[in-house]
């Protein structure tokens, strides 16, 4: 397992592209399952979790071919044909790698009719069951047994059939997986409480270049028209909302002047408005993001994070992490997994004062952070604790960094080309 070591100190300065979006390629690459034809994604990140979503596509007999070589490089493209696909199972070895392989749940009774997908367990943030997915498909008629820690479900022998379905509570996966069932199943569905992340609009988009017919796309309640087939297609993933918040959250820690480029800025403006509100200075040009910050100079602001369009729980963590060194307290509230402060205590080894009470964490800011060993725990609580590393003073070592290469591309890359010196160590 690599690690990284991290020399603190280093300002800023530079600028960096952003990747395509992690969870916007996951259920795009879920989604050729429903095609007759290939499915082509452009801008896909090089990642870990995309590896495996190519990994478990192939394991059903389907072909997947990620990255293509491209005379000495490789293109950022997918190329999924999954019209040979003959066992619609998603294997224990892999779900537990991936949670995001339930996302194959919905398009293989669709098209298939059956699907045999290991129940993901939990994992660092929490239980993270998918009872809301399964109710929702129940109601479209299908039918599922759990045996052997497997969810085997089947579709009516007609195939499955639109409902009027209200998610309890906004589920991102959950309104993705029963969207890419009710592409192809009879009649009308309408999905209420529907989740509004950008990476699900990005999902319908790419399906309705498919041929599928969904409106209300962007908003809590999605209308589908069943449709008997969906053809090939070709789609650009949208860009990457966490890695470049993820990427202001660094020059907001150690200071400094970077220029973000290839970001949606639309999908950030919760996001922009509280780095803005703690000191931090955001100019969009053209569509480039630049970010300007001097550290030590920052102010405490407090955060609840929500489902879209609120604070994305995908950046809690290094949001947290910026206000260690802020002026001030600053409150921050989880409201969507029950075990996503994983980071609090590693940060404290860097001399955070943080205390936490429930779904609440209350960060007084320090004068300066300092390094220390750390140990990343899952990807968002990695992420923050290398933009602390590199903000403290002296050098840390962070280990399972596999955590970070599940869900980001190249990061440490990234950052050390606005700067940061940061050294991978390669495993041993
Ligand atoms: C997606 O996970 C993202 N993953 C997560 O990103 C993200 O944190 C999360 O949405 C919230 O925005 C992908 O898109 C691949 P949920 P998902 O279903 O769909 C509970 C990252 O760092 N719930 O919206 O699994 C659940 O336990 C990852 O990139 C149920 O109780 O999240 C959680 O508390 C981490 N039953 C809440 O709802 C269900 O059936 C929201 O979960 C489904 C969810």
């Known amino acids: 397992m690599d690690k990284l070591l991290v020399e603190g100190g280093a300002p800023l300065s530079g600028t960096v592209r952003v990747s395509g979006a992690k969870n916007a390629a ?17 801008n896909i990140p090089r990642l870990g979790d995309l590896r495996t979503m190519g990994r478990l596509l ?8 990620l990255y293509p070589e491209n005379g000495g490089g490789y293109r950022e493209e997918a ?10 199972e998603a294997p224990h070895d892999l779900v537990k790698t991936m949670r995001a392989s339930s996302l194959v749940l919905g398009p293989l009774l669709a098209r298939h009719g059956r699907a045999k997908v290991s129940l993901p367990g939990g994992c660092a943030i929490g239980v993270r069951p998918i009872d809301l997915h399964l109710k929702a498909l129940a ?24 409902a009027d379905i209200r998610f309890d509570s906004v589920t991102v996966t959950g309104t993705e997986n029963v969207l890419m069932a009710a592409v192809l199943a009879k009649g009308k569905t309408v999905i209420r409480n529907a989740a509004r992340e950008p990476e699900v609009a990005d999902t319908a988009r790419a399906l309705v270049a498919m041929g599928a017919k969904i409106s209300g796309i962007e908003s809590d309640e999605l209308e589908i028209e069943g449709v008997d087939s969906l053809k090939a297609a070709s789609h650009a993933v949208m860009p990457d909302r966490i890695e470049a918040g993820t990427l202001i959250s660094a020059v907001a820690m150690t200071g400094g002047r970077a220029t973000i480029k290839g970001a949606r800025l639309n999908d950030l403006a919760v996001v922009m408005g509280k780095f803005t509100e703690a000191g931090v200075f955001l100019r969009a040009e053209n569509g480039d993001l630049t970010v300007e910050a001097h550290r030590g100079l920052l102010s405490a602001v407090n955060v609840t994070t929500g489902p879209y369009p609120g604070f ?18 600053s409150i921050i509230t989880e409201t969507i997994f029950e075990n996503r402060f994983m980071h609090v205590a590693e940060l404290r080894r860097l001399g955070a004062d943080v205390t936490l009470e429930g779904r609440t964490a209350v960060v007084k800011g320090v004068e300066r952070l300092s390094g220390a060993p750390l140990t990343a725990s899952d990807l968002r609580a990695s992420a923050s604790l290398i933009l602390a590393a590199m903000a403290a003073k002296g050098t840390s070592e962070i280990t399972r960094v596999y955590h970070l290469d599940r869900g980001y591309d190249r990061l440490d890359e990234k950052l050390n080309g606005l700067g940061a ?5 390669k495993a041993d």
């Open 26 to 42: 996951l259920p795009l690459m879920a989604a050729s399952i429903l095609a007759d034809g290939p499915l082509t994604l452009t």
């Open 58 to 65: 192939g394991y059903m007999g389907g072909r997947a071919e």
């Open 79 to 88: 190329l999924l044909d999954m019209s040979s696909l003959d066992k619609p």
């Open 139 to 162: 109601a479209m008629g299908a039918e599922f047994d759990l045996t052997g820690g497997d969810i085997v479900g089947r579709a009516p022998k007609d195939g499955l059939v639109g």
């Open 312 to 329: 994305p729980t995908d950046m809690q963590a290094q949001f947290l992490a910026t206000m260690a060194t802020a002026k001030g307290a």
């Open 421 to 425: 010196k940061i050294k991978r160590v």
